[in-house]
């Protein structure tokens, strides 16, 4: 295992997200072309793919924890739900399904709008309200 610096890590994590969603795209196309992308479908294969990775974080397999993932999941007209080798490289390939749904909602027209929490922390203290880290932001 390396040790990598937590700079570094969040870097890597964005690389890696960003070269998934590029093979995903010149799959099948920048804007998600697919003939079966609606209905969720990338929103749900996403879901299945953290659903194998967090069976596989349990103890299972990965035959057996992409056999659970497709029960719950995996839209039923695709196929190819696998482990990619790694839980990092599973949690890479959700990121990257949950990324291309999430634009295909902005192409669509969606609000893009983030509401503020409604009610303080009450167990988890943050560092800084969600309202000051978007004012550090900007």
Do not use: C
């Amino acid at each position: 295992m390396t040790t990598i610096e937590q700079s570094s890590a969040g870097k890597l994590a964005d690389e890696l997200i960003a070269t998934e969603v590029a093979i995903q795209d010149r799959m099948w196309g920048d804007a998600n072309e697919r003939a079966d992308s609606t209905e969720n479908q990338l929103l749900r294969a996403g879901q299945a793919q953290l659903d194998l990775t967090s069976h596989i974080l349990d103890g299972h397999s990965a035959q057996r924890a992409t056999s659970l993932a497709l029960l719950n999941y995996y839209p039923e007209d695709w196929d190819g739900l696998r482990s990619y080798g790694s839980n990092v490289a599973n949690l890479v390939v959700a990121a990257a399904f949950i990324r291309s749904e999430i634009k295909r909602r902005i192409l669509l027209g969606e609000d893009t709008t983030r509401t503020k929490r409604g009610e303080p922390y009450t167990v988890a203290t943050p560092y800084v309200s969600s309202e000051e880290a978007l004012a550090a932001l900007g």
